[in-house]
């Protein structure tokens, strides 16, 4: 019988216990692909040490330091004795593995693909500082002060508390920008046709999957019945809690 894949997440107390959007991507593409696999959690401390036991390099570098900066999701595929971070390269990988299951990126959208990612990479960047100081509180202690040193250093100094205070002027001017840069993406969606749900029609891609992704991590991280998550929901018509309910079955 084959091993399944093992997928190394991280954990917080949320509903479901996955939350990141980054590993989100890649826990979608294994149950969109269909593939077996069981999860290990690893809190962020242990992140570099469990990438580096896998012989996986790291995914960047620290800009206040210059090191090597180890990032999940990874995975490892006993089949074929191989570990590999980032989600996008996990997703190639899987293609090319296993090409008798749904393709994640289909051939011949690889230039969409990644120009899609960039551009929704560059039009959520107002969501982070607005979610990450409710992330930290979600977290398990053994990551708090990992995870706020160094979002501190990727992002700028300042205590996570300040950076969006509940009921500030701030916070609303913050949910003013996101509100926008998804009303831009909802344009994105309809020029393919009015009211599609994924980037290309009815297919499932991995840039519905990180879009997807960020959303599902704001939901679980401010609270499916928070007030503000409410709003969003019914923003553009309801389709952002659509694009949720397509993927958070997976």
Request: glycine share 10%; charged share 25%; with cysteine.
């Amino acid at each position: 019988m084959t091993e399944p894949i093992v997928f190394y997440d991280i954990p917080a107390n949320v509903k479901g216990t996955a939350w990141s959007g980054n590993t989100l991507k890649t826990r979608f593409a294994l149950n969109v692909k269909g593939l077996a696999y069981k999860t290990i959690w690893v809190e962020y401390p242990d992140i570099a040490r469990t990438c580096q036991e896998l012989g996986v390099g790291p995914t960047g570098k620290w800009p206040d330091t210059g090191l090597p900066m180890y990032t999940l999701p990874v995975i490892y595929d006993p089949s074929t004795k191989t570990a590999i971070a980032d989600s996008l390269a996990i997703a190639r990988y899987l293609d090319a593995t296993y090409p008798d299951t749904p393709r994640l990126i289909p051939q011949g959208t690889e230039a969409f693909q990644e120009a899609t990612l960039f551009a929704l990479g560059n039009s959520m960047g107002p969501i982070v500082r607005l979610v990450m100081p409710r992330a930290y509180a979600r977290l398990n202690e053994a990551s708090k002060a990992h995870f706020k040193e160094r979002r501190r250093a990727v992002l700028g100094g300042g205590d996570l508390e300040e950076w969006s205070p509940p009921g500030s002027a701030v916070r609303k001017q913050q949910w003013a920008e996101v509100e926008t840069a998804f009303g831009v993406i909802a344009t994105w969606l309809d020029a393919g046709g009015k009211g599609n749900r994924f980037f290309m029609g009815d297919k499932v891609t991995f840039v519905d999957m990180m879009l997807s992704g960020r959303l599902l991590w704001m939901k679980r991280v401010l609270g499916d019945e928070s007030e503000e998550w409410k709003k969003v929901e019914a923003w553009h018509g309801g389709r952002w809690e659509r694009l949720v309910e397509a993927f958070e079955w997976l």
